[in-house]
C-alpha cells in the first residue's frame, strides 16, 4: 500500500509528467518529419500555395508551443502544491510546539499549587514555589503575546506607543528580570554598556525583543554557557549584540529564521521547544523603529550573534 501511495506522490507524478512530456515532445517532432513530405503533397493537390515553407515552420512551431505551455501549467501547479505542503507542515508543527509550550507552565504551576494546598511547606519553599510559577507565568505571557501580534493580518502595521527610553538602564532591568532563569541555565552573563542613549522606543514592544533574544540565547545554549550582551554605537544606530555560546546557525538556515513558523530542524534542536514566532515578531518590530534585526554564525555548534540596531535618529546620548 505504501509503495502505491508513493507512486501517487505529487512529486513522483510531476516527475512522470515531465518523463511524459519529453517523449511526447520527441514523438512529436519524429513523426512530423517523417510525415512532412506526405503531409506537403497532399496539401499541394488541395491547394497549392497553401504549404509554403513559413507555414510549414509555423505547425512545427505551434506544436511545440502547445507542448510547452502545458508543460508551464504543469509547473505552476507544482510549486503552488510544494508551497502549501510547507505551510501545512509549518502549521501542524507549530499546533504541536505551541501545545506543548502551553501545557509545560500549566503543569508546573499546577503541581505548585497542589503542593502548597495539600502539604505544609516552610515559607522558603514557599517563597521558591511562588517565584517558579511566576516564571510560568512570564513565559506563558511571553507566548500568547507573540501569538497575538503574529495573527495580526500585517503584522508590520502594528502601532507603537512610543517613549524616551534609558536604553542602558532599560537593558539592564530585563537582563535582571532574567535573573532566575540565568542561575537556572547556570549562564555567566556579560553585559557591557558602552553608553546611555535615550531612544523614542516603544518599551513593551522592545522588551518582548530582548525577551526572545534572551530565552533563544538560553534555550539553544547549553547549560553553563556564557552569554555577552553589548550595546555601542555604531555608525547611524546603537547596537545591541546577544552573543550565545550555543548551537550556532548553518548559512543555509540564516536567510531562513526570521520567517514565520521557521525552525531550525537538526539533531541538535529536536528536543528544543519552541514556536517559530519569536524571532518572526522581533524583525517586525524592530523594523517598525526603523532598525534592523540581523544574525551572524560561525556555523553550526559555534555560537551565533544577534543584533538589534535602532537608529541614533530616535534619540540623543546623554
Keep these: 500500500m505504501n509503495k502505491i501511495r508513493a507512486l501517487f506522490h505529487p512529486i513522483m507524478v510531476f516527475i512522470g509528467v515531465q518523463i511524459a512530456?519529453?517523449?511526447?515532445?520527441?514523438?512529436?517532432?519524429?513523426?512530423?518529419?517523417e510525415n512532412n513530405l506526405s503531409i506537403k503533397e497532399l496539401a499541394q493537390k488541395i491547394r497549392p500555395d497553401?504549404?509554403?515553407?513559413?507555414?510549414?515552420?509555423?505547425?512545427?512551431?505551434?506544436?511545440?508551443?502547445?507542448?510547452?505551455?502545458?508543460?508551464?501549467?504543469?509547473?505552476?501547479?507544482?510549486?503552488?502544491?510544494?508551497?502549501?505542503?510547507?505551510?501545512?507542515?509549518m502549521q501542524s508543527n507549530f499546533?504541536?510546539?505551541?501545545?506543548?509550550?502551553?501545557?509545560?507552565?500549566?503543569?508546573?504551576i499546577q503541581l505548585y499549587l497542589e503542593t502548597l494546598k495539600y502539604q505544609e511547606v516552610s515559607k522558603d519553599e514557599s517563597k521558591d514555589f511562588v517565584e517558579t510559577m511566576l516564571s510560568d507565568t512570564s513565559r506563558l505571557s511571553s507566548l500568547i503575546e507573540n501569538i497575538l501580534q503574529s495573527s495580526k493580518a500585517d503584522p508590520?502595521?502594528?502601532?507603537?506607543?512610543?517613549?524616551?527610553?534609558?536604553?542602558?538602564?532599560?537593558?539592564?532591568?530585563?537582563?535582571?528580570?532574567?535573573?532566575?532563569?540565568?542561575?537556572?541555565?547556570?549562564?555567566?552573563?556579560?553585559?557591557?554598556?558602552?553608553?546611555?542613549?535615550?531612544?523614542?522606543?516603544?518599551?513593551?514592544?522592545?522588551?518582548?525583543?530582548?525577551n526572545n533574544l534572551i530565552g533563544n540565547a538560553l534555550r539553544y545554549s547549553p547549560v553553563g554557557s556564557e552569554l555577552k550582551i553589548q550595546l555601542h554605537r555604531s555608525g547611524r544606530f546603537w547596537d545591541v549584540d546577544?552573543?550565545?555560546?550555543?548551537?550556532?546557525?548553518?548559512?543555509?538556515?540564516?536567510?531562513?529564521?526570521?520567517?514565520?513558523?521557521?525552525?531550525?530542524?537538526?539533531?541538535?534542536?529536536?528536543?528544543?521547544?519552541?514556536?517559530?514566532?519569536?524571532?518572526?515578531?522581533?524583525?517586525?518590530?524592530?523594523k517598525n523603529?526603523?532598525?534592523?534585526l540581523k544574525v551572524m554564525s560561525a556555523g553550526r555548534g559555534q555560537g551565533s550573534v544577534f543584533t538589534v540596531s535602532l537608529p541614533v535618529s530616535r534619540g540623543l546620548t546623554v
Excluded at 539533531?267 to 518590530?285: C, K, V
Design 95 to 108: 499546533v504541536a510546539s505551541v501545545s506543548h509550550e502551553l501545557k509545560s507552565p500549566l503543569a508546573s
Design 50 to 89: 497553401l504549404f509554403t515553407a513559413e507555414v510549414e515552420w509555423l505547425i512545427l512551431f505551434e506544436g511545440c508551443f502547445l507542448m510547452l505551455l502545458i508543460l508551464a501549467g504543469v509547473y505552476v501547479i507544482f510549486v503552488y502544491w510544494n508551497k502549501q505542503n510547507r505551510l501545512n507542515q
Design 242 to 286: 546577544f552573543e550565545d555560546k550555543g548551537i550556532g546557525f548553518e548559512k543555509k538556515d540564516m536567510k531562513k529564521v526570521f520567517k514565520k513558523f521557521y525552525r531550525v530542524q537538526n539533531e541538535d534542536t529536536r528536543n528544543i521547544e519552541g514556536a517559530g514566532l519569536g524571532l518572526f515578531i522581533s524583525r517586525e518590530i524592530v
Design 156 to 210: 508590520k502595521s502594528m502601532e507603537l506607543q512610543l517613549e524616551k527610553v534609558d536604553l542602558a538602564k532599560f537593558l539592564s532591568q530585563v537582563v535582571e528580570d532574567h535573573r532566575r532563569q540565568f542561575e537556572e541555565k547556570k549562564c555567566d552573563v556579560k553585559l557591557q554598556l558602552d553608553a546611555s542613549p535615550v531612544l523614542t522606543l516603544d518599551r513593551k514592544a522592545l522588551q518582548m525583543v530582548f
Design 289 to 292: 523603529h526603523k532598525g534592523k
Design 21 to 33: 512530456w519529453i517523449v511526447l515532445m520527441a514523438v512529436w517532432i519524429n513523426w512530423y518529419l
